[in-house]
């Protein structure tokens, strides 16, 4: 099945123990439209023109190949580098007397010719004791197998794992990485030195979040790797908030159908990035149709996989995978590794021709002549000539890895080998028996194991048998030849002790793009703040509208799912990015309607205060002295407390303001009502005793009763308005109804009825007083103030009917000045209706304030 090397036991030495490591060491590439059946054997691939039919059959460690003029046979030198790596390490053990001491190690080095079939029944055969026995000194029998090295890739690895786990056999990997190797219960016994694809799926993640890139396409292999690494990329590439444009996977059969569709569908996405989980070995005629189609500016991430595969590093690919970025596993260095490898020399061991296959393709030689013109091999050629992944230490990653994997199963069984009886880990604190070693006692110490190699790094496994998740991040640049060179740009180190996961050093990274910036790869440009976003009908997440908030909502973030509402006394600013305080609203003395209304609020007071003047100043002529001097001074202080009540409406509204408005403007109308009623009242009187049936008229309405009415008609509004303003008063008020952008402060009634019943009352007043007016208007002339009363509460009337519907369809401040102008213009009518005619005879017209003259009208007019 496979070459097996040996190595034999020390002389001093009682137990040996074997690794076996599994790997693919030559590809085969036939000519173009050649049915193949390709079988890997210990240093041979062929092809075979006859049909598949049944399972493939075992490699065989002889095959005798005809018409080689129609094969090409290429060598994976980095393949053999690894498993020499193997050799190189168990060396190192064995010579180290502070690691198993007295302990030897063995290996075996299998050849999976990556068939699934092939690397199964090997590992079954290692288990079984079917392998080859040997006896040297004191190493008789087929040696314990204490571990399996491999395989590098997860579908034999799941394979293996699920079946030699039921044994506890120990497997650990350096290169299978998908996530579904970390379920403890399927695969007990499975271990790794490289991450799993769901750290390099966040990894990957992380590089994408970094970038800004939301809009990206993904390709995977059709293999255990690819489907599990997409599966995890889906979800959590939703979890930053990104979106796959596209998801095509690659065929394993090359399929060129297949692969130009998947092309299309690249080159037609509007998404510029590509995610690519899979080997290279089902990348490569993918990059060939890339270049076929000329498939440039696009950004391409890498998976571990192919981050560093050589094959893609040529001329013809440097316009269209340069600048690549990719997810690399950790680089380390191993002293002594070079020399080792160049001091490999040929054997004629026939179950050992790994080594003259690999000898044969690097020197382009061979061993057995077949042909004229064939280069004959000696065995004695110098490999640190050469110049190929076998010689090249300068990039040790996946043989880093096998390193650790040796070193890892090595330190198990030291520690295994140091347990002391009566302290062990198992039944009845025992030990291990050496003699009789159980796998699953090794997988003990093994999950436990916890050393740093001669390079600096921890090697240790979680309780899902994965190793610490550190990647360097590579990217693709031009070599000075015009290839490909990959450099390490960055890192990414989830136990990272600063918490800073990903660190990229961006002035060394290169972009394969005009602008020589890192492009935008975005479904939908982001939202800016002040606006949301919008999904688009039947398009992922990250394709939407910006739409803008909406008023008194904001967003102060970019990307906002949903905008913000402000609170109550706040609004949003002309941008919708923040709150601001709401704009207050109302009738201030600054304002120029607040401006013109105390100016006639004013006004009128000084009206008032000079007419009072011009009546104290007359007040023995006979024009002022009729009908009750005293109350037309009573009427004229009433009508001055009128305008000035005018002056609580105006301001920011205060509790006292707001309590007193209304109180002084109630008190103060009724009292002018109230003496308008009086007045009139007199009017009739003094003409009803100036008849013989009603000379007792005036003694029954004297002063003081005229004094009283007035009193008693007042102080039932004060009664009014104590009951008002003890039960619901009036209070500032917030009022955010009429704009919601401001705040309206307004003087909140408290009890509506307690207001309507103070309006009502000086409503009623002034109906009476209207209604008797009117029926006096036709007495005598020099009884004829009657007319004026009418005129003026008909003013009166008809300003104070108008101003219900004015003041309930006025908003805000606007509502206040209705009332104020109700207040001046009710308060003028009355001012101007009743004193401006005797003003204008007392200043205008002396000659007529006399009673002859008031007299002589009336003869006249007889």
């Known amino acids: 099945m496979g070459t097996w090397h040996r190595l034999l036991c020390k002389s001093n030495t009682p137990t040996s123990f074997i690794i076996n490591y599994f790997s693919p060491q030559i590809w085969y590439l036939s000519a173009p439209g050649t049915l193949q059946v390709e079988w890997n054997v210990p240093g041979w691939r062929y092809h075979t023109r006859r049909p598949v039919r049944g399972s493939l059959p075992h490699c065989v460690s002889k095959i005798e190949l005809q018409n080689r003029a129609r094969a090409t046979i290429l060598f994976d030198m980095a393949s053999f580098q690894q498993a020499q790596t193997m050799v190189f390490a168990i060396g190192e053990i064995n010579n180290n007397p502070n690691l198993l001491p007295n302990i030897t190690l063995g290996y075996h080095l299998y050849d999976n010719c990556v068939m699934l079939g092939m690397a199964f029944r090997a590992a079954l055969s290692l288990v079984s004791g079917t392998e080859e026995s040997f006896s040297n000194l004191n190493c008789t029998g087929p040696p314990p197998v204490i571990g399996i090295v491999g395989d590098s890739n997860s579908t034999p690895s799941i394979a293996i794992s699920s079946v030699l786990g039921l044994f506890r056999v120990p497997i650990v990997s350096y290169f299978a990485t998908c996530s579904c190797l970390s379920n403890r219960k399927k695969y007990p016994s499975f271990f790794r030195t490289i991450p799993s694809d769901a750290f390099q799926v966040r990894a990957m993640i992380k590089i994408l979040r970094h970038f800004g890139w939301t809009w990206v396409g993904l390709v995977y292999s059709d293999d255990d790797y690819g489907n599990h690494a997409a599966q995890s990329f889906l979800q959590d590439v939703q979890v930053f908030g990104g979106c796959v444009a596209f998801s095509e996977i690659l065929p394993l059969d090359n399929n060129r159908k297949d692969i130009k569709h998947t092309v299309g569908v690249i080159q037609a996405s509007t998404a510029r990035v590509v995610v690519v989980f899979s080997t290279s070995t089902y990348l490569l005629p993918l990059m060939d149709e890339v270049v076929l189609q000329n498939v440039t500016d696009r950004q391409w991430i890498a998976s571990e996989a192919w981050a560093t595969s050589p094959v893609f590093h040529t001329h013809r690919l440097l316009p269209f995978l340069g600048g690549t970025l990719g997810i690399a596993i950790r680089r380390g260095e191993i002293q002594g590794l070079h020399e080792f490898l160049l001091h490999l020399r040929p054997n004629n061991d026939q179950r050992n021709n790994m080594v003259r296959i690999f000898w044969e393709n690097i020197f382009n030689c061979r061993f057995n002549i077949g042909e004229r013109g064939e280069k004959m091999c000696s065995g004695q050629e110098d490999l640190s000539s050469t110049d190929t992944a076998y010689t090249d230490v300068s990039e040790l990653r996946a043989s880093y890895n096998v390193y650790k994997t040796v070193y890892a199963l090595a330190h198990a069984l030291h520690d295994l080998m140091q347990c002391e009886e009566g302290r062990g880990p198992f039944s009845g604190n025992s030990c291990a028996d050496i003699t009789n070693l159980q796998p699953w006692q090794l997988v003990h110490y093994l999950q436990k194991v916890n050393f740093t190699t001669s390079f600096g790094d921890n090697v240790s496994f979680d309780e899902n048998g994965d190793a610490l998740a550190i990647y360097d991040v590579m990217n693709w640049q031009p ?19 600063t918490g800073k ?6 002035d060394a990274l290169y972009w394969n793009f005009e602008t020589k910036k890192p492009l935008r790869s975005v479904c939908s440009e982001s939202c800016p703040p002040g606006t949301r976003r919008a999904r688009r009908k039947g398009l992922p997440v990250c394709c939407f509208d910006c739409l803008p908030c909406a008023d008194g909502e904001i967003s102060n973030t970019t990307d906002a799912n949903e905008c913000t509402i402000c609170p109550d006394d706040f609004w949003s600013s002309p941008d919708k990015d923040q709150c601001v305080p709401k704009e207050e609203e109302f009738l201030s003395y600054e304002d120029p309607l607040g401006i013109s209304l105390t100016s006639a609020s004013l006004l009128g007071t000084c009206i008032c205060a000079l007419v009072m003047a011009i009546f104290a100043h007359h007040r023995n002529t006979p024009i002022v002295r009729a009908n009750n001097s005293e109350l037309s001074f009573l ?20 509790l006292w303001t707001c309590q007193l408005r209304h109180v002084v403007f109630g008190i103060s109308f009724v009292l002018c009502i109230s003496s308008i009623l009086v007045k009139t009242m007199v009017v009739i009187a003094v003409f009803k005793s100036s008849r013989p049936e009603g000379k007792g008229a005036m003694k029954w309405f004297g002063t003081a009763q005229q004094r009283g009415t007035v009193l008693v008609l007042t102080a039932l509004q004060v009664a009014i308005c104590i009951v008002w303003l003890s039960n619901a008063s009036p209070t500032p008020h917030k009022n955010s109804q009429y704009v919601s952008s401001k705040i309206v402060y307004e003087c909140a009634v408290g009890s509506v009825a307690g207001f309507a019943v103070l309006l009502g009352y000086i409503g009623f007043l002034a109906a009476v007083s209207f209604l008797l007016a009117f029926l006096a208007r036709n007495l005598p ?8 009363i009418t005129f003026s509460m008909l003013i009166f009337c008809a300003v104070w009917i108008a101003f219900v519907p004015a003041y309930v369809t006025s908003p805000g401040k606007y509502a206040v000045a209705v009332e104020i102008f109700a207040i001046l213009a009710s308060s003028f009518g009355l001012l101007v209706a009743i004193f401006a005619p005797k003003c204008y005879i007392i200043l205008l017209h002396p000659e007529k304030n006399t009673k002859k003259a008031i007299m002589g009208r009336e003869t006249q007019k007889k």
């Open 781 to 788: 002339d020099h009884f004829n103030e009657a007319k004026f």
């Open 501 to 506: 996961v990903l660190t990229l050093d961006e």
């Open 479 to 497: 070599s000075s030849d015009g290839s490909i060179v990959v450099r390490t740009v960055g890192v990414v180190n989830e136990g990272a002790a």
């Open 635 to 654: 009427l004229l202080l009433s009508l001055k407390l009128c305008f000035l009540c005018v002056l609580l409406f105006i301001g920011r509204p205060q």
